[in-house]
């Protein structure tokens, strides 16, 4: 049986969708689902940014990590080296979301037998479905990879169905709070399959740094809080302890009390088959919105 060490929870939902658990030796410090497969399994990585920061307290301990070169995250190979796994899954999306790409090919190079290194870099939806064809592929299963694609395709076709039509709420997916964050790679097609309308976020483009005016100036009729790597009561405490400009008042999302928050890393954040989760989930904010 193959031995996979997954440094990015993406990568051990798709494991574990395509039904291959049990070959999981090691997982990320972040991975939490399926909860009753990684609990006791163990962490191979680890944060450097300390626990328990604000939003922006986290973007200013990032952004110099940053400049100084440092890696954000830490990897302990001793157990690593102990697990022995054929296989690492990680990737090179971005260096803020997990252990950098180069790192793990280093690291890899110097454990026994040279494991191979798999990276997951989807830049939008189409790239999610990919990468679940390359893990059936690793795991041997290539039919069964498109059995999945195929279903999930399908589900996103049917709530893009169950939309049309309708009107289409102009939103902010709000990938950061504090500084503000447009959301980027997959989650603008999510919008849009969702039957809304993402008036700064950039479809298969990295997310990136706006301003409350500017968010003002698109004036979306909703705001969907989706910060990576907060649950949706997290995002909800965000948002209520954010520092308010006033210009939030002439958003029409905020002065009409269309503000939502989902879970991100379930639905959002993460490029895994729940994605389509995320889609169905959307389409009820803006249903309730315009219905």
């Known amino acids: 049986m193959i031995r996979i060490a997954s440094l990015l929870p993406s990568a051990t939902e798709i494991v574990c969708t395509l039904g291959f658990a049990d070959c999981l030796v090691g997982v990320s410090h972040e991975c939490d689902y399926p909860p009753e497969v990684v609990a006791d399994l163990p962490r191979l990585t680890r944060s450097a940014v300390p626990p328990g920061l604000s939003s922006a307290e986290i973007d200013a301990d990032v952004a ?5 070169g440092e890696s954000l995250y830490t990897v302990d190979e001793a157990q690593l080296a102990a697990l022995a796994p054929d296989v690492i899954i990680t990737q090179e999306l971005c260096d803020v979301c997990a252990v950098n790409f180069s790192q793990v090919k280093a690291l890899s190079a110097r454990l026994p037998g040279r494991p191979k290194v798999i990276s997951l870099t989807p830049p939008n939806l189409e790239g999610i479905l990919e990468d679940v064809r390359t893990v059936a ?3 041997g299963v290539p039919k069964r990879g498109e059995r999945l694609v195929a279903q999930l395709r399908a589900q996103l076709a049917a709530v893009a169905e169950s939309v049309r039509g309708q009107p289409r709420p102009r939103v902010f997916a709000c990938e950061w709070l504090d500084p503000p964050y447009a959301a980027g790679h997959w989650v603008p097609e999510m919008v849009a399959l969702a039957g809304g309308e993402e ?3 950039r479809a298969g483009e990295r997310s990136f740094r706006v301003t409350w005016e500017q ?6 009729d909703v705001v969907v809080l989706i910060p990576c790597g907060y649950t949706r009561e997290q ?3 965000e948002w209520k302890a954010l520092p308010k400009p006033a210009v939030l008042e002439d958003i029409p999302a905020v002065r009409n009390g ?7 890393n379930n639905y959002c954040s993460r490029p895994a088959p729940r994605v389509v ?10 249903h309730a919105v315009t219905g």
Do not use: I, S
């Open 199 to 201: 008036v700064l976020g």
């Open 235 to 237: 995002a909800e405490a």
């Open 64 to 68: 110099a990590r940053l400049r100084r």
């Open 258 to 264: 269309h503000v939502y928050a989902l879970e991100a």
């Open 215 to 220: 968010v003002a100036a698109a004036r979306p």
């Open 277 to 286: 989760e995320g889609v169905e989930a959307l389409a009820r904010v803006f």
């Open 137 to 139: 592929g690793v795991l």
